[in-house]
């Protein structure tokens, strides 16, 4: 009884440390440039089925903001999201999301020359379900930048990342269209192009030079 209460313990500990010596794998086959592991850890293409559908959903939700502030505007916009959507986004993520893309990354071989670990940007790691991993991480240097989540599923008897929730879009793209401006209080009229105040009558004469030569 006593080596089955000690087999279960161990074994329950080698189930919660595993999710993080994956990490501590992960981290080794970026410093590496690994591509192997990398593949192992990383389901790339359950990643990039993923992000396709946020990027269009993104997308989509765009142009249907701006259809509420110009509704042709808007009804174009989404018409083309949902024709060349997919494979627009398809085609940009195929190529961004690969082994290979993510070991050239800017930040990832300046980490990998300096051998540094990438410690620092991980905010928050543990089970949010039984077979269930969440990884959150931000990078250190920039105050404002969006928080990363990454899930880890357990596949057989290892972990591999499936799924990365990429920041809002409004993060990425400006809005398309800004509101206009409240005029502040006091202020004169606004002018037109020809300079006169909204509303003011138009001299005939300015307008038809032809009538001002005959006056």
Do not use: C
């Not at 794998?25 to 790339?44: M, Y």
């Not at 808007?74 to 085609?91: C, H, K, Q, W």
């Not at 989540?149 to 591999?160: A, D, K, V």
């Not at 004169?188 to 030569?213: H, K, M, W």
Request: aromatic residues 8%; glycine residues 6%; neutral net charge.
């Amino acid at each position: 009884m006593r080596r089955l209460f000690l087999l279960i313990l161990i074994l329950l500990a080698i189930y919660l440390a595993y999710p993080y010596w994956t990490l501590y794998r992960l981290q080794n086959a970026l410093l590496s440039n690994n591509a192997e592991t990398l593949k192992k850890i990383v389901d790339f293409p359950a990643v990039r089925a993923n992000m396709q559908k946020q990027v269009q959903g993104g997308l989509l939700k765009k142009s249907q903001e701006l259809g509420k502030k110009a509704p042709v505007l808007g009804d174009i916009g989404e018409a083309l999201t949902r024709a060349f959507g997919p494979s627009v986004v398809g085609g940009s993520i195929d190529s961004l999301v690969t082994p290979e893309a993510v070991l050239s990354n800017p930040t990832v071989v300046e980490h990998r020359e300096n051998q540094e670990g990438f410690g620092d940007f991980l905010k928050w790691a543990f089970f949010s379900a039984p077979t269930t991993f969440t990884i959150q991480s931000q990078n250190p240097e920039k105050a404002d930048a969006p928080v990363i989540t990454s899930t880890m599923n357990l596949e057989g008897f290892r972990w591999r990342i499936t799924d990365i929730d990429l920041p809002p879009l409004k993060t990425l793209v400006p809005d398309m269209i800004a509101p206009a401006p409240e005029p502040e209080a006091g202020a004169p009229p606004r002018t037109r192009t020809t300079g006169r105040p909204e509303g003011a009558a138009l001299d005939e004469r300015a307008v038809r030079p032809d009538i001002a030569r005959q006056l």
